[in-house]
């Protein structure tokens, strides 16, 4: 059974950093794409980055975020520097496993001061 577990969010000031983690289970990591979204309420869901075998990442965090993946642990982590207001969301992890889409329950960021 596939289960994505994220954790790490917080109230951060603007200028903060916070790192997100991402623990998996049902499935070995090294094999698949894993890639971090974000939300606020009544907004869409939004890519903010994939590791694959490059990373990338959504222009509003590069350069500010970091994505990093330990396989050997089967988890994954997002370094997020310098954030901003705006960047307050709920953050969440994902992968397709057997062409489904699969996302943990979400980790909450707030930057506020």
């Known amino acids: 059974q596939v289960q994505l577990v994220e954790s790490g969010g917080g109230l951060v000031q603007p200028g903060g950093s916070l790192r997100l983690s991402c623990a998996a289970s049902?499935?070995?990591?090294?094999?698949?794409?894993l890639r971090w979204a974000r939300q606020v309420p009544g907004k869409a869901r939004e890519w903010v980055a994939t590791s694959d075998s490059d990373n990338s990442y959504a222009d509003f965090v590069k350069g500010r975020f970091i994505i990093f993946r330990d396989d050997a642990k089967n988890m994954m982590y997002l370094y997020m520097n310098n954030l901003a207001p705006e960047d307050t969301a709920v953050y969440y992890c994902?992968?397709?496993?057997?062409?489904?889409?699969?996302w943990g329950q979400g980790t909450r960021v707030t930057v506020s001061s």
């Open positions: 994902g992968t397709t496993y057997n062409h489904e889409d699969f």
């Open positions: 049902g499935f070995k990591t090294v094999e698949y794409i």
